[in-house]
């Protein structure tokens, strides 16, 4: 093969390990509207990779809150960009696989089931705002993950099908999307997923430090 010609970067668990912040700030809600806190294992089996909006109705399905997912969502908007905010950095790899995608002239992008307004957060604090020219968040298609028509619409936005993108990810709902979109995909570890099936990968790694450049086009 002539090698891949875009990047299609998940952003939690993959550009950054945000995961736990995640869970952190669904405790806080959960917490203060009276109800016990979401175990490590829940989130891990039920919330990672979701959409937000599917992230409070999974939520409400595991405990018993009386308050509407648009609700909690709103408080949740607020309580994530505090955490965020804390100690968010890029994972390892990332700069360097950034800035070799760059030298070869290639496109990259951000497609997360993050919130847009989150993913433009994040990228701001590791200092990566500039490099992504195309960034989609969850609220930018209809079927979120673990249907594929964010991976489809990243890679169109560049140009690309998505047959023609590495897709990487870090968890089963993200890798599902990713492998139905016809995207070569590749699955980052974290303490979160490591242990989930990740079967779907085309190939697993540690982090970006392993990724295998050769797989890249070299570009116009």
Known sequence: MAGYKGILFDMDGVLVDSEPLFHKAVN??????????????????????????ETWIRVKELRDVPQTPEELLAGYNEVVKE??????????????????????GLPIAVASSSLREWVNLKLSVIGLTDAFAIKLGGDDIENGKPAPDIYIKAAGLIGLEASECIAIEDSPIGLAAASSSGAYTICTLTDSTRHLDLSAADVIIENLEEFDYGLLAEGS
């Open 83 to 104: 955490v965020l905010r804390s100690d968010l950095v890029p994972r390892p790899g990332v700069k360097d696989l950034i800035a070799e995608a760059q030298r070869r």
């Open 28 to 53: 806080i809600m959960v917490e203060r509207c009276g109800a016990a806190p979401i175990t490590e294992e829940e989130n891990n089996r039920y919330l990672l990779g979701t959409t937000v909006e």
